[in-house]
């Protein structure tokens, strides 16, 4: 990669000042002096002392680290670099002028002084577009490059941020669920077998969703059918279930375990507080340009909800990583003694 941007500088080098001599013949042409071999051989020396005295330039350039850093602190010193380089540019000039005799008749009578303002002067034209093309392509370069590794570093963050949540997500729903079933252990070990096998089926399909970000929301709701199914054998009567689901959305990606967990959440904090238990009813619909999912449970909200649970935090945490700001969580309580959780996730 290095050799192949030495290459393009060098070319870029040399058909720069290329066009420098070509312009400089033109506008000799164009005020009637004739173009005679001395003139062609000045402009070949201005072509070589240009190529090397501003290598040396970017040498300093790079070597002092100007390239990283702020234009406004940078721009004193290359400009004070302009005039040195043009300086030097000028007496490599001048020195092979009157070395070979190529110099110009009329302006070999004027004084040393004289001579080296007027080279000075018109390198300086040439050597400060040249040093401006030359920052500001590296400058630009390297905000794109800043530019590119904020993104990566972004992404590394938000793949952090998931693999956390989903750390704490599944050792969460395990340790509740196994508390379900140790209910079940003394009062009714024939349950607790028949508990145990739903488990084992909600953990398979737990484990199966482990690496990905998002799943089908068909997959996720036969893992929630699952965890209900196992609560049902301990609260029975006690717990209802419905369901309102548009087939249409069964294909639509959701975060893994989410609705699960909100699922939970309803258990946990609902129906389980209540002495008559309660219904959870899961809503699955389109509504304006998103996914609307719905979890209602009978039972009210306990607390301020800045001091949501682990699984409500996780929720809003992930709708963020995974769909942006415009994703949103909701939970309020409705009609006295309903909790209602709202998942919108934007449809691509």
């Known amino acids: 990669m290095q050799k192949k941007i030495r290459k393009y500088y060098w070319w870029c080098q040399v058909a720069g000042w290329g066009i ?19 003139l062609l051989e000045r402009q070949f020396v201005v072509m070589l002392s240009g190529i090397l005295t501003t290598h040396l330039f970017r040498m300093v350039i790079r070597k002092s680290n100007w ?58 034209l040439i050597i400060f577009p040249w040093t401006m093309i030359y920052y500001f392509y590296h400058y630009i370069e390297k905000s794109r490059k800043q530019e590119l590794d904020t993104l990566k570093l972004e992404s590394l963050v938000k793949e952090l941020e998931l693999k956390t949540i989903k750390s704490h997500i599944n050792p969460h729903f395990i340790f ?28 398979r399909s737990s484990m199966q969703t482990e690496k990905q970000e998002t799943v089908t929301f068909e997959k996720e709701l036969n893992i929630v059918k699952d965890y209900l199914a196992l609560e049902h054998i301990r609260f029975e009567d006690r717990l209802r279930v419905e369901y309102e689901i548009n087939e249409d959305t069964l294909d639509q990606p959701i975060p893994p375990m989410m609705l699960q967990t909100l699922v939970e959440n309803a258990i946990k904090h609902g129906i389980s507080k209540q002495v008559n238990g309660g219904m959870v009813k899961i809503i699955s619909d389109f509504r304006g340009g998103y996914h609307e999912l719905v979890i209602r449970n009978t039972g009210y909200l306990n607390g301020s909800l800045s001091n949501d649970g682990f699984g409500l935090i996780s929720t809003r945490n992930r709708l963020q990583i995974l769909f942006g700001e415009k994703a949103n969580f909701d939970i309020k309580e409705t009609n006295g003694n309903t909790v209602q959780a709202t998942v919108l996730i934007p449809v691509d």
């Open 176 to 203: 509740n669920a196994l508390n379900s079933i140790r209910a079940l252990i003394d009062e009714n070990p024939g349950r607790a077998r028949t508990a145990i096998t739903e488990l084992s089926n909600i953990l």
């Open 67 to 124: 390239l990283m850093q702020a234009v406004e602190k940078v721009l004193p010193k290359l400009l004070m670099g302009v005039f040195v380089t043009s300086v030097i540019m000028s007496l490599v000039q001048i020195g092979i002028y009157d070395l070979i005799n190529l110099s110009d008749a009329s302006k070999h009578k004027l004084s040393f002084t004289t001579r080296i303002l007027g080279h000075v002067l018109e390198n300086g």
């Open 20 to 38: 420098v001599v070509l312009a400089l013949v033109f506008f000799a042409s164009t005020f009637e002096q004739k173009i005679t071999p001395k």
